[in-house]
């Protein structure tokens, strides 16, 4: 079946413009996962949604970054204000969760270049 | 004490040999553990999931679990130049709310 998908796969822009990253997990998963990897570092835990649930925002680092799911499948994640320091690569990851299986699933993720 | 710790490697095997990848965590509560596989400029690609104590095998993969250790390794067998990547740890204790990754160790498989 699908995966999950993400788009744009490259985004650039200036410093200051505001962006929005979309996911879109695979059909049925009911956790969705923002995660963002700069270059040759580990990935840093953004935010999470689960069902109808409150997200977990815990993970956004400043409150420039914003995101929202809807209808419980696709999400955007929205970064105000770009900075420099925000250029990395935006991943999305979904998972089953509530089976008592915990995979999560990536994306093939958005590389963001601001300038 | 980071939460889930890896090397970073490189860990250079040549063909053929068993790659072995460790990895430690710090919350005795974890319950699931995961290996993901990651290609240079690619996403996180899952290999494994292990749940309870013991080896599990899948094809040249065999995750190793002992959580009175707290220490889960991955084994490579027959490992080959395709393999060489960086392979995230990954740890979860909050049934799937947070999943914990390690900062990943890199492979190398000489030809």
């Known amino acids: 079946g699908a995966g999950v998908s993400q788009s744009p796969s490259n985004k650039v822009t200036e410093k200051g413009k505001d962006v929005e990253l979309r996911c879109d997990p695979i059909s049925g998963h009911t956790a969705l996962y923002w995660y963002r990897q700069s270059l040759g570092q580990g990935l840093e835990f953004l935010i999470y949604f689960q069902g109808n649930s409150a997200p977990d925002k815990s993970g956004l680092p400043s409150d420039r970054f914003s995101a929202e799911r809807t209808g419980g499948s696709v999400s955007t994640l929205t970064i105000q204000r770009t900075q420099q320091e925000d250029s990395a690569v935006y991943l999305c990851?979904?998972?089953?969760?509530?089976?008592?299986?915990?995979?999560?699933?990536f994306g093939p993720g958005t590389r963001l270049t601001v300038t | 004490q980071k939460e889930v710790e890896q090397n970073s490697g490189p860990l250079s095997v040549p063909e053929g040999a068993i790659a072995s990848l460790n990895c430690t965590y710090s919350d005795r509560g974890s319950q699931s553990f995961f290996w993901y596989r990651q290609y240079s400029g690619k996403s996180p690609e899952l290999i494994m999931s292990i749940y309870s104590n013991g080896d599990k095998e899948d094809g040249r993969f065999t995750a190793q679990l002992n959580k009175a250790s707290q220490y889960v390794s991955l084994l490579i067998r027959d490992s080959q130049p395709s393999d060489s990547a960086t392979y995230l740890c990954?740890?979860?204790?909050?049934?799937?709310?947070?999943?914990?990754f390690g900062a990943g160790t890199r492979l190398f498989v000489k030809a």
């Open positions: 990954a740890v979860d204790n909050t049934g799937g709310f947070k999943t914990i």
């Open positions: 990851a979904s998972s089953l969760v509530g089976s008592g299986r915990y995979e999560q699933y």
